[in-house]
């Protein structure tokens, strides 16, 4: 199963993506996390990562090339990507824990993230996954992806939705993009609630726009305070929330226990 968790810019995306990462594992699934997020950089870090891997864009040579190079022989040139043909500097590795990053802005004036955008899409196109492997992308923020395509080949979306009402109006947008592309699986978890009046209140607002609610994480001390060092708790109420989501989506596509 490929999962693109999306949403608005700093609603806790990259958050629920090492969580949802982290309880997968635990529950014995492989896991491949993609870092599609031309701008942050501090996903490894989240997942317990000493450093970033290569990003998947300079094995095609960088922006300028990408074209020309993804039509020549390498890895991103074949049909089908399956995780053990990647070449280990662009694929980290840590208690069947795997990443790879698309791409990052580097430099002012280096032009748009388009050629992320594309990599994106033609990346997880030909990513062919085993019955126990779960991909988890980590969207930029917003829904340029969508023009892009980069959800042409994901099977559920996962928005996280914080209390704002402009959180829950990008929130319906992507909904909308993504059911239009056909996606059935379209769910929000709701993230950095205060207190159960206003996880009501969310759900509400959520429900009125048919959106599906499949968990709410409720403000957690211990997220921020790890968010200091760049990283997210290995305990903690999150973590004990983020397991009954995790159960909800795989029952949602049918995803058979591993092993
Ligand atoms: N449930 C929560 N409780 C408290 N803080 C949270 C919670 N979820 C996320 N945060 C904090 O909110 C901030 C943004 O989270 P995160 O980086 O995961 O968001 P994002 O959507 O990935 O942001 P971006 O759009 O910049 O990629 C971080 O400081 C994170 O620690
Ligand atoms: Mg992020």
């Avoid at 395509?149 to 909308?176: A, M, R, Y």
């Avoid at 592309?181 to 609630?193: L, Q, S």
Wanted: proline share 4%.
């Amino acid at each position: 199963m490929k999962i693109s968790v999306c949403g608005k810019g700093g609603s806790g995306k990259s958050t629920v993506v090492a969580l949802l990462a982290n309880e997968a594992r635990a529950r014995g699934y492989r896991v491949l996390v993609v870092d599609s997020d031309e701008s942050n950089s501090g996903l490894f870090r989240m997942l317990g990562f000493a450093h970033p891997p290569v990003p998947l864009m300079e094995l095609v040579g960088g922006k300028k090339s990408l074209k020309q190079k993804m039509a020549q022989t390498n890895v991103l040139s074949e049909t089908q990507i399956a995780t053990a043909h990647i070449p280990e500097k662009y694929l980290l590795q840590k208690n069947g824990l795997k990443l790879v990053a698309i791409g990052k802005i580097l430099q002012a004036l280096e032009g748009c993230a388009c050629p992320m955008g594309v990599l994106s899409r033609e990346f997880l196109k030909k990513l062919t996954l085993e019955t126990d492997e779960l991909a988890i992308v980590d969207m930029e923020a917003g829904v340029e992806h969508f023009g892009r395509g980069v959800e042409t080949s994901i099977d559920s979306v996962l928005i996280v939705v914080e209390p704002p009402l402009e959180s829950v109006n990008v929130g319906q947008k992507i909904h909308e993009l993504a059911s239009g592309i056909g996606i059935k699986n379209v769910w929000a978890i709701m993230n950095k609630v205060p207190s159960e009046e206003i996880a009501t209140r969310l759900k509400a607002e959520l429900q009125k726009r048919r959106i599906e609610v499949v968990g709410c994480i409720y403000f957690d001390a211990g997220i921020f305070s790890s968010s200091l060092d760049g990283r997210i708790p290995v305990n903690g109420i999150a973590v004990r929330e983020i397991k009954d989501v995790l159960a909800r989506i795989l029952s949602g596509v049918g995803m058979p226990a591993p092993g």
